[in-house]
Antibody, heavy 118, light 107 residues
Framework: EVQLVESGGGLVQPGGSLRLSCAAS????????MSWVRQAPGKGLEWVAN????????HYVDSVKGRFTVSRDNAKNSLYLQMNSLRAEDTAVYYC???????????WGQGTLVAVSS | EIVLTQSPATLSLSPGDRAALSCRAS??????LGWFQQRPGQPPRLLIY???DRATGIPARFSGSGSGTDFTLTINSLEPEDFAVYYC?????????FGQGTKVEIK
């Protein structure tokens, strides 16, 4: 069974940092593009970042460029999102998502909530 | 950035009805378009990829059509579990973008 389990969310002040983690199991993690997609409370979906199977290619939405860094450790079947200089508008549930290619988002975790507030 | 506009925002239907959801792209995405379903309190689930191919395990009552800038997700004979929010997503350009969603609610 495919499982993606996010952790690391919580309440942080504006300007602060958080590191999200995603533990993957039940599929060939090293064969998949991995992404972070977020959803602000009561709002729609927004793709944030993704990383190629070997980590050689990464993409980000403009609003997080220079502040967020996506990375992966295939030996640990884990995906990460380092979030710096957090803003109120970064408040959302962050989903870890996997897919065999970079086009779609096939399997999703349950998400972890990040709240940015003073 | 490619903008996806979904309509209507809300669709009020009864179980057994047919639902037709629209997604329009600001420029051609060819057939690089997916559809997702999100039930309350759940993560999204991929329904359709490549504009018309059903993902693994998706019932045949779900079908997708269209190419270029205009796409439709059709749900034949709505089941109780189909009342949810549906999103389209394009995969031809970075950033990947989603539509704002269509809520299918019970009439």
């Amino acid at each position: 069974e495919v499982q993606l389990v996010e952790s690391g969310g919580g309440l942080v002040q504006p300007g602060g940092s958080l590191r999200l983690s995603c533990a993957a199991s039940g599929f060939s993690f090293g064969s998949c593009w991995m992404s972070w997609v977020r959803q602000a409370p009561g709002k729609g979906l927004e793709w944030v970042a993704n990383v190629k199977q070997d980590g050689s290619e990464k993409h980000y939405v403009d609003s997080v460029k220079g502040r967020f860094t996506v990375s992966r450790d295939n030996a640990k079947n884990s995906l990460y999102l380092q979030m710096n200089s957090l803003r109120a508008e970064d408040t959302a549930v962050y989903y870890c998502v996997g897919a065999p290619n970079s086009y779609y988002f096939d399997f999703w975790g349950q998400g972890t909530l990040v709240a940015v507030s003073s | 950035e490619i903008v996806l506009t979904q309509s209507p925002a809300t669709l009020s239907l009864s179980p057994g009805d047919r639902a037709a959801l629209s997604c329009r792209a600001s420029q051609s995405v060819y057939t690089c378009l997916g559809w997702f379903q999100q039930r309350p309190g759940q993560p999204p689930r991929l329904l359709i990829y490549g504009a018309s191919d059903r993902a693994t395990g998706i019932p045949a009552r779900f079908s997708g059509s269209g190419s270029g800038t205009d796409f439709t997700l059709t749900i034949n004979s709505l089941e109780p579990e189909d009342f949810a929010v549906y999103y389209c997503q394009q995969c031809v350009n970075w950033p990947r973008t989603f539509g704002q969603g269509t809520k299918v609610e019970i009439k």
